[in-house]
Antibody, heavy 124, light 110 residues
Framework: EVHLVESGGGLVKPGGSLRLSCAASGFTFSNAGMSWVRQAPGKGLEWVGRIKSRTDGGAIAYGAPVKDRFAISRDESQNTLFLQMNSLTTEDTAVYYC???????????????WGQGTLVTVSS | QSVLTQPPSASGTPGQRVTISCSGSSSNIGTKPLNWYQQLPGTAPRLLVYANDQRPSGVPDRFSGSKSGTSASLAISGLQSEDEADYYCAAWDGSLNDWVFGGGTKLTVL
């Protein structure tokens, strides 16, 4: 069974940094694309970024609001996905979800399994 | 303002069939497949439909997706109380080079 567990959330001051982790199990992590999606309190879903699987090219891309401030990486020896968040603002306050990023037989992607999320609060 | 447009709310009684719409443009729904997610209160989203009309294993066939032009719909038949949740549509936008979501539809089972 696929299991994704996020950690690292918490309270951080504006301008600060935070690193989120997502521990993955139940599937071959090295073959999987992964993504981060966030949800501000009481709001809808917003894509943060994704890293394609190695077999899918391994490319990394980010959503416009976080480009140049956030960085996605992965450690395949630990089956863990990371999200390094810098220059945080109050607009980044949200629950951050880790998801698998799968490709179907036609080559189209979608967010498949989701973790339970970790809350990041940016406040002075 | 979300790139994909959904009605903020929908409702139905147990056993009824309800549909939730999602409207976009030629740069997203018109040329890219659409996915639907269900978010039960206090939980993480769950994939319901991918590639317009494909259901992952474990999703009941009461849930079905369809697409026509720049609009898509999620239909839920035989409505149950446990279907009360927020529903989101999502697609890749080729012009924005971004994944875009609808603002979500809160479904109430009366």
């Amino acid at each position: 069974e696929v299991h994704l567990v996020e950690s690292g959330g918490g309270l951080v001051k504006p301008g600060g940094s935070l690193r989120l982790s997502c521990a993955a199990s139940g599937f071959t992590f090295s073959n999987a694309g992964m993504s981060w999606v966030r949800q501000a309190p009481g709001k809808g879903l917003e894509w943060v970024g994704r890293i394609k699987s190695r077999t899918d090219g391994g490319a990394i891309a980010y959503g416009a609001p976080v480009k140049d401030r956030f960085a996605i990486s992965r450690d395949e020896s630990q089956n863990t996905l990371f999200l390094q968040m810098n220059s945080l603002t109050t607009e980044d306050t949200a629950v951050y979800y880790c998801t698998t990023y799968l490709k179907d037989s036609s080559g189209w992607h979608y967010f498949d399994h989701w973790g339970q999320g970790t809350l990041v609060t940016v406040s002075s | 303002q979300s790139v994909l447009t959904q009605p903020p709310s929908a409702s139905g009684t147990p056993g009824q069939r309800v549909t939730i719409s999602c409207s976009g443009s030629s740069s997203n729904i018109g040329t890219k497949p659409l996915n639907w997610y269900q978010q039960l209160p206090g939980t993480a989203p769950r994939l319901l439909v991918y590639a317009n009309d494909q259901r992952p294993s474990g999703v009941p066939d009461r849930f079905s997706g369809s697409k026509s032009g720049t609009s898509a719909s999620l239909a839920i038949s035989g409505l149950q109380s446990e279907d009360e949740a927020d529903y989101y549509c999502a697609a890749w936008d080729g012009s924005l080079n971004d994944w875009v979501f609808g603002g979500g539809t809160k479904l109430t089972v009366l």
